[in-house]
């Protein structure tokens, strides 16, 4: 594999696990590099989304339910202060 091949896959490894590249931090010299590496990024924006796991919605309702007794408890314990 040469170097430019291994640039090329480090950058779409990194894109694939969510983190910036490094090589985006650093302008590429060659405008080759730069110009394949705007073009994996057009590819990935094509990509499906993500959803969220399965659990998502459930998770998501006991939080806001946490939240809000926690908020009522204060609000209470201020009340009964008075």
Do not use: C, G, Q
């Amino acid at each position: 594999m040469t170097d430019k091949e291994k640039k090329l896959t480090a950058y779409i490894d990194s894109l694939n696990s969510e983190k910036k590249p490094k090589e985006h931090e650093n302008m590429v010299d060659a405008p080759e590099m730069e110009e394949l590496f705007e073009t994996v990024r057009l590819v990935r924006s094509l990509r499906e989304p993500s959803l969220p796991e399965d659990n998502y919605a459930k998770n998501l309702a006991n939080s806001v339910n946490k939240r809000k007794e926690n908020i009522m408890l204060k609000d209470w314990k201020e009340l009964k202060r008075m």
